[in-house]
């Protein structure tokens, strides 16, 4: 089955304990991103990468980093995650942005993280 | 820089009516793409539509159906004869074109559907 997947869904934390959540897509995509979602805000671009070894910053990547090693995998990884971290984590990736199909992102189910 | 603006935070309408979730949006951008997802109350998103700046066909998918005006930079979502089911927050999106990248959300629309 076509998937993006996330791990772990839920996870509670310690303000400066390092975390990384891991992202995964089996459908051969090229482009990946992450997203934050908080009430009234929306989801908002954190990174995102378009193809393997290249990323780049998307409206909110302070506190965030990632990496892309593999096609298939983009793990965010918060170094010394912060109380105003506590959000909703989606995962998505496309095709390929040079494909009219490819504007479509399918969506993991998301990670919902608590900092204490 | 893009932006896209739901000005309705909240609709609630008792099943059977029509509802029309508007949407917004800005980019300097001549070729663009909007979509829109659903988000029900188990949180995953849902993939509805995608349309290209230069396509302004309406499109009408079962009970939905989405309104594109460019001259107004509008893209509205109505549901006709709407369903519990269609319970959910709605998001409308934009991508630029090919070297812009972000996908800009609104800031949704939650959906409520009263039986």
């Known amino acids: 089955e076509a998937q993006v997947t996330q791990n772990p869904r839920y996870l509670i934390t310690v303000t400066g304990k390092k975390l990384t959540v891991t992202c995964s897509q089996n459908m051969n995509h090229e482009y990946m991103s992450w997203y934050r979602q908080d009430p009234g805000l929306g989801l908002r671009q954190i990174y995102y990468?378009?193809?393997?070894?290249?990323?780049d910053k998307g409206d909110v990547p302070e506190g965030y980093k990632v990496s892309r090693k593999e096609k298939r995998n983009f793990p965010l990884i918060l170094e010394s995650p912060s109380p105003n971290q506590t959000s909703l984590y989606f995962c998505?990736?496309?095709?390929?942005?040079?494909?009219?199909?490819?504007?479509?992102?399918?969506f993991g189910p998301g990670t919902r993280l608590t900092v204490l | 820089a893009q932006k896209v603006t739901q000005a309705q935070t909240e609709i609630s309408v008792v099943e059977k009516e029509d509802v029309t979730l508007d949407c917004v949006y800005e980019t300097r951008d001549t070729t663009y793409y909007l979509f829109w997802y659903k988000q029900p109350p188990s949180g995953e998103l849902v993939f509805l539509i995608r349309?290209?700046?230069?396509?302004?066909q309406n499109e009408i998918s079962g009970r939905y159906s989405w309104n594109f005006q460019k001259s107004t930079s509008s893209f509205n979502f109505t549901i006709t004869a709407s369903q519990v089911v269609d319970s959910a927050v709605y998001f409308c999106?934009?991508?630029?074109?090919?070297?812009?990248?972000?996908?800009?959300f609104g800031t949704g629309t939650r959906l409520t559907i009263i039986p």
């Open positions: 998505a990736s496309s095709l390929s942005i040079s494909s009219e199909t490819g504007h479509e992102q399918f």
């Open positions: 990468s378009m193809n393997v070894e290249v990323t």
């Open positions: 999106a934009l991508k630029g074109d090919f070297g812009n990248e972000k996908l800009t």
């Open positions: 349309r290209n700046s230069f396509d302004e």
